[in-house]
């Protein structure tokens, strides 16, 4: 019995640090007009049909995701997102989340339901996140500016403020 107790808690230690490390490892994206980089540009297919390509969407400021169904700090942010997407989308905003789940076409469709999203949710192709400097925590947020460039990128969890802070700045 006392094996089973200590592997029962080495599993929770082991499961807190996983999504701690998720969370707190990126930079909080602070950039200066000088170390704007351009975003790199895909063509990825729509979990709901079709295909997004980023391009598009240049003149508008982008939220660009990358989730997963099984993550919580994820599935904590999808409520902002909608919301935003709400609140900004006829003023230039678009979201865009990239699901990295194993089993997607299964996964997303209720779980897209479930959370009202209001957005385009793509499918990686395992590409598109070594072209953003890899993945190192999810969520792993860019915000991309009219013209293309990378504004700001945020590893792990960030509440709506911040993110309404950062489309405000780039509404203005």
Partial sequence: MKAAHILAVAGVIILISIFTVAC????TGSTTAGELKNAADFNLEKVDGGT?????????????????????PCRKEIPDFVELQKEYGA???????ISLDQNPKKALPPFMKKYKINYPILLTD?????????????PTTFVI????????QYVGFRPK????????????
């Fill in 24 to 27: 707190d490892k990126g930079s």
């Fill in 52 to 72: 997004v390509k980023l391009s598009e969407y240049i003149g508008k400021i982008i939220i660009l995701d990358f989730w997963a169904t099984w993550c919580p």
């Fill in 91 to 97: 003023k230039g905003l678009v979201i865009l989340g």
């Fill in 126 to 138: 395992g590409k598109v996140d070594k072209a953003y400097g890899g993945v190192s925590g999810i």
């Fill in 145 to 152: 500016d009219q013209k293309g460039a990378i504004y700001k």
């Fill in 161 to 172: 403020q911040v993110f309404e802070s950062d489309i405000k700045a780039l509404l203005n």
